[in-house]
């Protein structure tokens, strides 16, 4: 297998694009990607597009075709493959992209994730979003997102000892992170007592401890290590990817406060790179609600069960902290379409580590990407390093 | 690169499964494959899935996640990831297996493909399938398949010399292949009158012109050709796999009666491969509609453009014609269960080349299978060789 690296980045404006349809977003993003690497259209062997369900959102699947086809590929007809895993779909095309160079069979290679989700209805999209569970023994039974994530919460809060100000810290450290992203989709400062203050979606989870309905895409460019520098000065290497699956219910898990998943991707991404926590400089984990990062923390083995609501309230999680979590934003401010999110994960760790973070840039070699579909049933780990 | 062999199939029966579930058609075709292996279940390494639109005919996303826990193999936390491509989402779950074992990356690999139609009403499948088209340039415009299939059809007659009768023939030498093939929807054998006679669904297209609305599943295991034997006597190796895009529109196109993607996809095999065209003994063909089967044989480079009507009519391509297309009996009689078909191509080519073949056996020792979405905005072509 060959090494991979990372030669460009590139990612729209995340948040309600009205004016934009799907196949812009896109394009958009992998327009700024190809830009970045200095690469032209033409020198793309392949690409791959995580998308979790533009059939239900846009009513249009086919969605590798169609994206080769509006970045002006079909000319060449260059393969382009759409990769689903509900929200961890954009993590998943990744991986593809770096399966398919480490292989040798294929040299420049796209990987892009998008999402529109706003051209449906709140009620819509959070229906759509349950085809991410089980359909049959969840979401028929009436169980949403919010409220799988709620039951986590609170089988979390009555084991460990987690307040609900720690809870709402995750989400203050994640606005003021997005409060310096240009990309964000909110840039506002929040307190604690925004969430406590804020609506309640599903006891104990309330709107601030949730991420948004948003619009996006974003784009990254792979190529093998030893043609990196033909195109940048500044590879960044993929040290690391991990995949892992779950029971898609909840309640099949073995400890539904535990995601399996996330300890078994992050062991494979470790074992295969190397590496230990201490070498991790930066991570960003799928905080699709600030339950999800405290779990995520946990894990992936940076702190013990049940002591990353202290960790987040001491600021070790922060930009100045030990070990910064979603210096992005993360889902909860940069916002989360849904199949972008993963590839908008590379994208930021790549600015982090070529020091192009600009207001909420830290001192990182090595980056930790960690993203999530649905309540756990796929967890994607990638490891990269400057 | 490492060398790819499949060293097991399974396949659903083809047909309306009322009282089978999406997930358990899937089951079924996985034990079918690992049986056939004589591999268990916690030896796979990693799973693809083909599925085109579970979002829509059964809203459930997140497909990967979902097989992979109905097939047992959540407690390994098996990697496992649903790849899309319309109605080529089969072909391309099998490439990915393959890159994936290719790579290094895994040893075990199950490809499989599945689709559930029938859940939702005739109209509503219609309209599915039209998301594998441009939806804001054909479908909102009220393209269906049939229709533009239909225009396919209309330019070719126009052009090249095909009767209304060679067309009809596409569709009698696939009954007659369904007739001889256990799994297939339709077993009976029809006549030219038949399709003539049948109802007009989009002219020049008739009923028996149309592929069927199909439930079914299949899976094959691939595994690197170093560790075939451990398995299997009868290895069969994946001598090329290939893919190619083009514009997701057809009004987009160079030309509608040449699928230039098969055109790059089937030049790019037979490179990969070094095989001619004298070397393929059998070949399984996307015949989605009768003309689609005309336009592959030519497309591939079986013969010239306008010469497969004759071929098809001088018996060329049937049974016991120098090149035997569709023994399966294609998508016209063996069914369309779309994320399926090109899974099942694949378990057609290593039955025949196992000599499994029972009463459609044909003489072959290397077999193409040919695997279109939409209306060819990708296609994937595989070379397999006993």
Same mark, same amino acid.
């Given at each position: 297998m060959r090494d991979v690296a990372v030669i460009g980045v590139g990612c729209t404006e995340f948040g309600e694009h009205w004016g934009t349809s799907f196949r812009d977003l896109f394009v958009k993003a992998g327009a700024l990607a190809l830009e970045d690497a200095g690469v032209t259209g033409e020198k793309i062997d392949a690409l791959y597009v995580g998308n979790m369900s533009a059939g239900r959102f846009v009513e249009q699947e086919h969605i590798g075709a169609l994206i080769a086809d509006y970045a002006g590929l079909a000319t060449n007809h260059v393969p382009s493959t759409r990769v689903e895993a509900a929200c961890a779909s954009g993590g998943l095309? +990744?991986?593809?992209?770096?399966? #398919? &160079? #480490?292989?040798?069979?294929? @040299?420049?290679?796209? #990987?892009?994730?998008?999402?529109?989700?706003?051209? &449906?209805?709140?009620?819509?999209s959070v229906d759509m979003l349950a085809s991410a569970a089980d359909r049959e023994w969840?979401? +028929?039974?009436?169980?949403?997102?919010?409220?799988?994530?709620?039951?986590?919460?609170?089988?979390?809060?009555? %084991?460990? $000892?987690?307040? %609900?100000?720690?809870?709402?810290?995750?989400? &203050?450290?994640n606005h003021e992170n997005g409060a310096r992203n240009p990309i964000a989709q909110f840039q506002n400062r929040i307190t604690v007592d925004t969430v406590l203050n804020s609506s309640l979606v599903a006891d104990p989870l309330r709107l601030f401890d949730c991420s948004p309905i948003?619009?996006?895409?974003?784009?990254?460019?792979?190529? $093998?290590?030893? %043609?990196a520098r033909e195109f940048t000065d500044s590879?960044? %290497?993929?040290?690391?990817?991990?995949?892992?699956?779950d029971t898609i219910a909840l309640h099949d898990r073995r400890d539904i406060s535990t995601m399996d998943a996330t300890v078994a991707a992050g062991k494979r991404a470790f074992a295969q790179s190397g590496l230990a926590?201490?070498?991790?400089?930066?991570?960003?984990?799928? @905080?699709?609600?600030?339950?999800?990062?405290?779990c995520a923390i946990e894990d992936l083995g940076f702190c013990k069960k049940g002591e990353a609501g202290k960790l987040t309230a001491d600021g070790v999680t922060a930009?100045?902290?030990?070990i910064p979590v979603n210096t992005s934003g993360g889902l909860k401010a940069c916002g989360h379409p849904v199949g972008a999110t993963g590839i908008k994960q590379i994208y930021e760790i790549v600015s982090q580590l070529r020091g192009e973070a600009g207001a909420r840039q830290v001192d990182a070699e090595i980056g930790m990407a960690h993203n999530?579909?649905?309540?756990? #049933?796929?967890?994607?780990?990638h490891i990269l390093g400057a």
């Open positions: 095309a +990744f991986r593809q992209a770096v399966i #398919a &160079v #480490a292989s040798g069979m294929e @040299d420049i290679v796209v #990987a892009a994730g998008v999402e529109k989700m706003t051209d &449906v209805g709140t009620g819509a969840e979401g +028929f039974a009436g169980a949403t997102f919010p409220g799988l994530y709620a039951m986590i919460a609170n089988d979390y809060m009555h %084991r460990y $000892p987690l307040t %609900r100000e720690q809870l709402a810290q995750v989400a &203050v450290k948003t619009d996006g895409a974003a784009a990254v460019v792979v190529v $093998p290590l030893d %043609r590879p960044v %290497r993929v040290l690391a990817s991990a995949q892992a699956s926590h201490k070498d991790i400089d930066m991570v960003e984990v799928h @905080d699709c609600f600030t339950i999800a990062e405290i930009l100045n902290g030990d999530v579909g649905g309540t756990g #049933a796929t967890v994607v780990v």
